[in-house]
């Protein structure tokens, strides 16, 4: 389950269960998706196609990404 946080980005409402700073907040854009972090919302935000954020999601459903 996702939260609206300022600016319509978007964080996972895990990350408040988890009681962790380390968060990404992301926002639909015209051309594909930008993130951020949560702790800098006037930071630098990056930028992902569609077609990026799609692989990167199927790669972490798959396991892709973890340390173990």
């Known amino acids: 389950m996702k939260?609206?946080?300022d600016q319509d980005f978007l964080?996972?409402?895990a990350s408040s269960l988890l009681n962790t700073t380390a968060c990404v907040e992301i926002k639909r854009a015209p051309n594909g998706i930008l993130?951020?972090?949560s702790k800098d919302k006037?930071?630098?935000t990056?930028?992902?196609?569609?077609?990026e954020w799609g692989a990167f999601l199927?790669?972490?459903k798959d396991g892709e990404f973890?340390?173990?």
């Not at 990056?46 to 077609?51: A, I, K, Q, V, Y």
């Open 3 to 5: 939260t609206k946080t």
């Open 11 to 13: 964080k996972s409402s």
């Open 35 to 37: 993130v951020r972090d």
């Open 42 to 44: 006037g930071g630098p």
């Open 46 to 51: 990056l930028s992902f196609t569609h077609s």
């Open 58 to 60: 199927i790669g972490a």
């Open 66 to 68: 973890d340390l173990t």
